[in-house]
Nanobody, 127 residues
Framework: QVELVESGGGSVQAGGSLRLSCVVT????????MGWFRQAPGKEREGVAV????????FYGGSVKGRFTISRNSGKNIVYLQMNSLTPEDTGMYYCAARKFCSPSTSAFVAPSYNYWGQGTQVTVAS
């Protein structure tokens, strides 16, 4: 069984930073891809950043590239999302997700391909 618990959301001013954490409980080490998705009111869920276990290869959505960094503490099984230079467009519910496979990498941001989801943490960026 895999469980994901996010934390670290909150409200910040534009230009500020936040770090999200996702504690991954994976007793059978069955997950390969771990990532962050977000969803704003009235919009579809979009991929933000993904990391592959083992190779530690990372992928970023176009709107966050250069501002967000995904990383993984393998010893503690925690996935982080460091978010810098936040803008109001970054506002939304952020979800941690995991799936059993890594390849193909072209599916890294396909939300339905993820088997496990956290409950989400709200990020609000004021202008």
């Amino acid at each position: 069984q895999v469980e994901l618990v996010e934390s670290g959301g909150g409200s910040v001013q534009a230009g500020g930073s936040l770090r999200l954490s996702c504690v991954v409980t994976d007793n059978t080490s069955s997950t390969c891809s771990m990532g962050w998705f977000r969803q704003a009111p009235g919009k579809e869920r979009e991929g933000v950043a993904v990391i592959f276990r083992g190779s530690e290869t990372t992928f970023y959505g176009g709107s966050v590239k250069g501002r967000f960094t995904i990383s993984r503490n393998s010893g503690k099984n925690i996935v982080y999302l460091q978010m810098n230079s936040l803008t109001p467009e970054d506002t939304g519910m952020y979800y941690c997700a995991a799936r059993k496979f890594c390849s193909p990498s072209t599916s890294a941001f396909v939300a339905p391909s993820y088997n496990y989801w956290g409950q989400g943490t709200q990020v609000t960026v004021a202008s």
